[in-house]
């Protein structure tokens, strides 16, 4: 599985793909383009939605050839392109479920962990569907279309830009100190979460959050970007899509942070935590 220059460990959703809502696939699902719109239905829970070229595999930027989806602390799935042949796409897939329900305290995956599961290969044909039998879970759907472009928005309904009640929501972000650029996390989302957290080499662990944290400073939300002062200097964080319903976060800097060693560059993920952490 090729990495990407930044990794993800998300407790509700992270796309390594250019995610977007997509059109479910009927029977004039688009067969001719360079792009898979893809959709992967588990078992239980909500479709996952994700763009990822195929024109070229081999030559194509591999944070746009992968789309992972992390749910601590129940299962972790991957996606990629392997290869196309005439109507026929050769995708990579890792799929496994812990069957996990609850977990003390805050919990997380990372790409190392969904590293260890076997990737299984099928040859998928965009218009119909693919059975994928996830051990413990059950059948895994994939269905898909073909495009010319990647899509610019995250969203499970193409249209709807608001995001839910009580998330948090970061796509492709930019943080920025004054007007010096500390990270570009292009094609990095984090969704279906309360509190997202950055990391960034040489500079730290930032979380966010719409709940109070301990430490943490109050930060304002328009529209797309999210704005704070520490330590007399002035943060920006700007995203592809509106943050949040709230007009304020708790915005914490861990100045010393040091992640977990098989983590290499910058992540952007999600945290999981049990209701009566918030």
């Known amino acids: 599985m090729r990495i990407p220059r930044f990794a993800f460990a998300l407790a509700v959703m992270v ?3 250019l995610g977007s809502g997509l059109v479910m696939v009927t029977a004039r699902a688009h ?38 989806f992390l749910s601590p602390p129940q ?6 392109v392997i290869s196309s042949d005439g109507d026929r796409i050769e995708m990579g897939v890792r799929a496994k479920f812990t069957g996990a ?19 299984k290969q099928y040859w998928f044909r965009p218009g119909e569907k693919l059975d994928i039998d996830v051990p ?15 899509p610019p928005l995250v969203s499970e309904d193409k249209i709807q830009m608001d995001p839910k009640p009580d998330e948090l929501r970061m796509v492709s972000p930019l ?11 292009e094609g990095g989302t984090a969704t279906n979460t309360p ?9 730290g662990l930032w979380t966010l959050s719409l709940h109070p944290l301990e430490g943490a400073v109050e930060g304002r939300v328009n529209l797309n970007r999210v704005s704070v002062t520490l330590n007399g200097e002035s943060y920006t964080f700007v995203t592809g899509a509106p943050v949040a319903r709230s007009k304020r976060v708790w915005v914490l800097h ?3 942070y040091k992640p977990d060693p098989r983590q290499e560059g910058g992540f952007i993920g999600g945290v999981y935590r049990t209701p009566a952490q918030h």
């Open 101 to 119: 329900k609850e977990s003390v305290g805050s919990f997380s995956f990372s790409l190392h962990d969904l590293e260890q599961v076997p990737e």
């Open 136 to 150: 413990g879970w059950g059948t895994m759907v994939l269905t898909g279309e073909l495009t010319d472009h990647v």
């Open 175 to 185: 943080v920025l100190r004054g007007k010096e650029l500390l990270q570009d996390f």
């Open 31 to 68: 067969t001719q383009g360079s792009v898979l719109l893809m959709t992967a239905t588990p078992p239980t829970g909500e479709a996952i939605h994700c763009a990822m070229p195929i024109a070229d595999p081999a030559i194509t930027d591999p944070k746009w050839g992968t789309c992972v």
């Open 195 to 203: 509190e997202v957290r950055m990391y960034i080499p040489g500079q």
């Open 254 to 256: 861990d100045a010393n």
């Open 15 to 17: 796309i390594v793909a």
């Open 75 to 80: 299962s972790m799935l991957g996606f990629r």
